[in-house]
């Protein structure tokens, strides 16, 4: 699905205050499940309001010095994903390639940790039952689509990294501005009895004059995903995130799903969030030089009082066998927003295509008539 792999990894893992047995979050609510009693372990997370960090003080600090969280992980030896492994099952299958994870092999690594997160909200059926949904709707789909197979073994629940950017803007644009005005001009035509007729009709121009300004503007979590593992196009889709409901970071959030250590740093996710800056930026300069239209010679831009948050989404991994592919999707565990791989079929397509040119030629022989 993606060229890079990235590290990913289980957190602790906790006991049930009745059996002892290892806990796994429930999606949905605030607490611990034992699969093997079912008894009910509380989450209580912190409740102090999500912290924005200082951008620039963060990156001056030794990456001792930060809050780190540790981590167990397994690298996969085919494809090179470093995954979480169970320590209480001697192998497991790499949720990218399918290829077997030993435990012996798990090491402990260190990640600077999240300070927020918005935990799992759907059930592992209810994320099948929308991806079945996204299957009935698809266009040009092979009819025996419907009746594809999601690998059991391959649906993971997983907590992607991402960065969000706060930044006051200041801009100096040099543009031009364009009013629009109309002049008359003569032309002939033939009318309906083949006579030559003259007529007036207006024309639209446009004036231009330069332009110099000042924007000041101020950006809130300018989101960014951290992970390479994904296409970008499929993960932009699953937004939007319900970010108002973000609570502080609890590992036990965690238990029972993978945790994914982030690929993009703190300072190359600042870069592309100010190409996505400056793609506003050029839109709110248009609409300050006004008139009927616009040209953005340049935009010249300092960035003050950077903040961030390094937070985890929470998203259900998986891949359904079609004809012997394999093909991917994700669903957004908070809405059931499902994107991903889709087979195509070529015999509905033609189909539509020649439907379209029959309706065409209808159309014109109607015309004619």
């Known amino acids: 699905m993606a060229s890079q792999i990235p590290d990913i990894a289980n957190t602790s893992t906790f006991a049930c205050k009745s059996c002892g047995a290892s806990l796994k979050y429930k999606p949905g609510t605030a607490h611990l499940v034992c699969e093997y009693c079912g008894a009910m372990n509380d989450i209580n997370p912190p409740t102090a309001p999500i912290e924005e960090l200082d951008y620039e003080a963060f990156l001056s600090k030794a990456s ?36 077997p994870l030993i435990s012996a092999d798990a090491v402990d690594e260190k990640m600077i940790r999240p300070k927020s997160l918005l935990p799992f909200l759907l059930e592992t059926e209810k994320a099948k039952s929308e991806f079945q949904k996204w299957i009935d709707q698809l266009w040009f789909a092979p009819s025996a689509l419907k009746k594809a197979v999601i690998q059991a073994d391959r649906f993971k629940g997983v907590y992607i990294p991402f960065w969000t950017y706060d930044s006051q803007t200041l801009s100096n644009y040099i543009g031009e501005q364009g009013v629009y005005y109309f002049t008359q001009e003569q032309y002939t035509e033939t009318d309906s009895k083949g006579n030559t007729v003259n007529r007036t009709r207006d024309v639209r121009n446009t004036r231009w004059h330069a332009v110099t300004g000042q924007l000041d503007f101020f950006f809130d979590d300018v989101l960014i995903c951290a ?28 238990s029972g799903f993978i945790c994914e250590k982030y690929q993009v740093g703190l300072k190359e996710g600042f870069d592309i969030a100010k190409t996505e800056m400056k793609k506003e930026l ?50 957004n565990a908070r809405t059931g927003e499902v994107q991903g791989e889709r087979p195509w079929s070529s015999g509905k397509i033609a189909m539509a295509v020649m439907g379209g040119l029959l309706l065409l030629l209808i159309l014109y022989l109607l015309f004619r008539k």
């Open 227 to 254: 992970s390479q593992s994904l296409p970008v196009n499929y993960v932009n889709k699953l937004a939007p995130w319900d970010l108002k409901n973000l609570i502080s970071f609890d590992e036990k959030f965690l």
């Open 282 to 331: 050029d839109t709110k300069v248009r609409q300050q030089i006004g008139g009927d239209e616009q040209r953005v010679i340049s935009i010249d831009t300092s960035y003050q009082n950077i903040t961030f948050k390094h937070l985890l989404l929470p998203v259900y991994l998986s891949a359904y066998s079609f004809k012997g592919k394999i093909f991917h999707f994700l669903v």
């Open 64 to 99: 001792a010095e930060t809050d780190q969280l540790t981590i167990t992980a397994v690298k996969c030896q085919n494809c090179g994903a470093t995954s979480s492994i169970d320590p209480k099952i001697a192998s497991s299958l790499c949720p990218y390639c399918t290829s």
